[in-house]
């Protein structure tokens, strides 16, 4: 049996991750395949919830601080994530560690020590980027509602997040449709489902996670 397969939903605030993530899980599901969904922060954990607190601007917390807590955030989930994916479950993830270098980065911090907190956690099989100009994230509904969504800091997460861009990315026009960009991330990750399954009959490597975050 094939591993489950990691795959990534990024993007600056109101692109549309958490629609297309939904729509993603149901539709995998609905073709016979074990799917999860996943979404960073987790807001349920302990760590979760000073991050909540920190977002909606309830509490005060210090730029490396709140860094290291959303890396944790992450890591206390890695042996979920581990058994889920080498049982044979898909993992559709909303936010992960991108978008935790983006932001801490486009905040000021320095680039390399933002990524080295996430450096040994797995790494996604295909990742999509939604980008939206900040202009039209303005006009979608409750914009502003959160302490990152400001016009210049989005602009900034952007850049960075074409700085970290890698080869399993695949950059999806946010500015179309919610069908349309569906219909474009089902196809891509459909595709990588049965190109994964094809190789695990012919390569047992195929089914070792790797485990390469940010490594050089």
Known sequence: MARGRFILLEGCDRAGKSTQCSMLVSALKARGHAVELCKFPDRTTTIGKMIHAYLTNAQELDDKAVHLLFSANRWEAMQ??????????????????????????AKGLDLTWCKNPDRGLIRPDLTFFLDLPTSEAERRGGFGEERYEKRELQEKVRDVFLQLQSKEWVMIDACKSVEAMHHEILKETEHKIQVAEADAKLAEEDDVLVEDMFQD
């Open 80 to 105: 979920s994530i581990r058994r889920k994916l080498l049982s044979g479950t898909h993992l559709v993830v909303d936010r992960y560690a991108y978008s935790g270098v983006a932001f801490s980065t």
